[in-house]
């Protein structure tokens, strides 16, 4: 089993920036992609970013250039950097990771609020 928590989300206003963290617990050793979705109010969910073990990284085409997702694997923790940040960029924004025999976990999500 593997347990994320997320942390670091808040209300910001329109072109600042947020760093939200997942961090991971339990058996991590076997986590290979990690990455972050956002599901905003009346809106599709959208794969944000993702990483893998190795640092391979690809990112949405709406935050191309303004968010950097990163993992520290020997503090089982990833970041995703959000700079620039604009109204649509508000959502709950979930942490997952790829297990290669359990799929999917999940953390709870944090809200991030961009204000105009």
């Not at 920036?17 to 991971?24: D, F, I, P, Q, T």
């Not at 599901?39 to 599709?44: E, I, P, W, Y």
């Not at 995703?80 to 709950?92: F, I, K, Y």
């Amino acid at each position: 089993q593997v347990q994320l928590v997320e942390s670091g989300g808040g209300l910001v206003q329109a072109g600042g920036s947020l760093r939200v963290s997942c961090a991971a617990s339990g058996s991590t050793a076997s986590i290979n992609a990690m990455g972050w979705y956002r599901l905003g109010t009346g809106k599709q969910r959208e794969l944000v970013a993702s990483i893998t073990r190795g640092g391979t990284t690809n990112y949405a085409d709406s935050v191309k250039g303004r968010f950097s997702i990163s993992r520290d694997n020997a503090k089982n923790t990833m970041y995703l950097q959000m700079n620039s940040l604009q109204p649509e960029d508000t959502a709950v924004y979930y942490c997952y990771a790829t297990h290669p025999y359990h799929g999917n976990y999940w953390g709870q999500g944090t809200q991030v609020t961009v204000s105009s």
